[in-house]
């Protein structure tokens, strides 16, 4: 009956991806946060909900992005895979977003697009009636596919970034209610500190609106790196964060940079929400990043080695 519980649960007032490690990659909420230049990204992260219980989330997500400095703009590639319960959603899309810069390259304001279909899929053989032909459960594959988008809006310098994005935007004036997503709201501020030699700092902030109800977080991390003579920038070495939801969700982070241009980082969520207390969220995370020597200017290429956060 479980299952059927969060079939139900999860059909009404779609939810976008509850994913933590959106502190290192804000692109599922913020196609303009793909502005980053000097480097194509990779980054892929796997999340197990809830893990012990049957039919809990299971969430895959890849992102693809590069930016073309002659343009001022990026180009990415993003997919979600999405399992909870009975249902399984797809949702592919492709990403744009512009980048101003002043000259001295110490801010930028980017916008951006995300363009693509949202899918949803129900396995209707797979549920578990606790009365068998319940005839209030339907057994039969059911499809839905409709168009999907993202705008965005982000705001960086060397002391902070600041977001604004909307997601699911054909949803906003959508009288279908089941089985699609409906539109989120997203605001974010982050607070950096990175000149110093051994360590950067950052706390950050996030204000999520949903159909009128408010979910609120707060993260606070550190990354040690160490100095490296005549190469541009200090090595990033390693990184340690904690954040807090207002769903009574705690998570803790732990990042190795395995080289200087691939990173792994694996995060542990622990809700205090009644009933799922004892069952702890996993989340692993790879990001690797090719640098364009050839496309991007160099004091750019100089500035995205000294971090990773941006």
């Known amino acids: 009956m479980l299952i059927v519980s969060l079939l139900v649960g999860s059909s009404l007032a779609q939810s976008d991806i509850s994913m933590a490690t959106h502190w290192y990659n804000r692109a599922n909420y913020n196609p303009a946060s793909i502005a980053r230049p000097g480097y194509m990204y990779i980054f892929s992260n796997i999340r197990q909900q809830w893990a012990g219980v049957s039919g809990s989330p299971q969430t895959i997500n890849f992102q693809m992005s590069a930016f073309h400095y002659p343009s001022r703009s990026a180009f990415g590639f993003s997919l979600v895979s999405d399992r909870t319960g ?22 930028a304001f980017s916008m951006g697009l995300s363009a693509g279909v949202f899918g949803r899929f129900f396995d209707g053989s797979a549920y578990e009636p606790e009365q068998e032909n319940d005839q209030a459960i339907s057994t039969n594959n059911l499809t839905y596919i409709r168009p999907d988008a993202n705008v965005g809006m982000e705001y960086q310098s060397n002391l902070f970034i600041a977001g604004l994005s909307v997601t699911h935007v054909f949803s906003i004036l959508s009288t279908e209610t089941l089985y699609l997503n409906s539109s989120h709201n997203y605001g974010y501020l982050i607070f950096k500190i990175t000149k110093p030699e051994f360590a950067s700092y950052y706390l950050g902030a996030q204000v999520v609106n949903q159909g009128g109800n408010f979910y609120y977080e707060g993260n606070a991390m550190v990354r040690i790196k160490k100095p490296t003579g005549l190469n541009p920038g200090p090595q990033e070495l390693f990184d340690l964060g904690i954040s807090y939801r207002n769903t009574r969700l705690f998570t803790a982070f732990a990042g190795i940079n395995i080289s200087r241009n691939f990173r792994v980082a694996y995060t542990y969520g622990r809700s205090f929400t009644s009933g799922y207390s004892s069952n702890a969220s996993h989340e692993i995370m790879l990001e690797y990043r090719i640098p364009f020597h050839w496309a991007a200017c160099i004091p750019c290429l100089n500035n995205a080695r000294e971090d990773w956060y941006r």
């Open 86 to 107: 009975v249902t399984t959603s797809i949702n592919p899309m492709l990403t744009y977003a512009y980048r101003i810069a002043d000259d001295d390259k110490n801010s």
